[in-house]
């Protein structure tokens, strides 16, 4: 399983971890941005948090699946770990690092997942208010452990599900986004091809999350600047901005 917090353990070096891996990185010349993906909840590297701080080319970002938050579920999805403790993980990170901006990723309509079970999870989405966050619906495969279980939902229901939760982290989205209009933030440009050049900005992954225009009729910026912009519209998943001085 993808899983950057398990890196250095085929090593056979006791102590090398990703904390380690992440700070020999911020100390190279001209990185500019470092955004950790990927990130397994059990077992999290604390010491990560604590570079996060120190380095300021190491964004205040961190994509954490957790799948769900019901332990029923977590336990059939064999994922390890309780309720209480992807609570205490999420809002230990919420403390350590300030401003952080989180993305996860649930799965809804696992075997075992009741309405009761995934009003539970929608609960915990209105409490914690993830920044960024993706769903995605169960569909069985042959030879998996889930794969022949038979108390789920028909896979229709777990699309409605999924519906159902991303028009609610849509709201939630929406708001994180409204707080960003007005304030001035490095962005950096993926493409300047265009009359409006496309970015993102710290808070933004590439391809999973949204993106920044910037009216740009005078071709003045090329792809792979890093600008400052002022953001200055939210709508959707994207930002509109202007640039400083521009």
């Known amino acids: 399983a993808e ?6 353990k085929d090593f056979g070096r006791d102590g090398v971890r990703l904390p380690d891996l992440v700070e020999a990185m911020a100390q190279v010349d001209g990185l500019k941005w470092l955004r950790v993906m990927y990130a ?5 590297p604390w010491r990560l948090t604590e570079v996060m701080n120190q380095y300021d080319n190491v964004l205040p970002y961190l994509d954490i ?6 332990t029923s579920v977590l336990k059939r999805m064999l994922r390890g770990g309780t309720s209480e403790s992807v609570r205490k993980i999420m809002t230990r990170l919420r403390d350590e690092v300030p401003n952080i901006a989180l993305r996860t990723t649930v799965l809804v309509g696992h075997p075992g997942e009741g309405r009761a079970e995934f009003e539970e999870l929608l609960e915990w989405m209105k409490e914690f ?11 069985p495969e042959a030879n998996t452990p889930a794969g022949t279980d038979d108390d789920r939902c028909s896979h229709e229901e777990a699309l409605e599900r999924q519906g159902e939760l991303m028009q609610l982290q849509a709201e939630i989205h929406a708001g994180f986004q409204q707080s960003l209009v007005g304030k001035t933030t490095t962005v950096l ?6 009359d409006t050049a496309i970015g993102r900005t710290w808070a933004d992954a590439p391809e999973v ?3 920044v225009e910037i009216h740009d009729p005078q071709h003045n910026l090329s792809t792979g600047a890093m600008v400052e912009a002022t953001i200055t519209s939210a709508s959707g998943y994207d930002l509109g901005a202007e640039l400083v001085n521009g």
């Open 65 to 70: 699946p957790t799948q769900h938050v019901s």
């Open 129 to 139: 208010r993830f920044e960024r966050l993706g769903a995605f619906a169960f569909s």
């Open 40 to 44: 397994y909840p059990n077992n999290f």
């Open 209 to 211: 999350d949204g993106v």
């Open 3 to 8: 899983d950057t917090t398990g890196y250095g």
């Open 189 to 194: 440009i993926d493409d300047a091809s265009g």
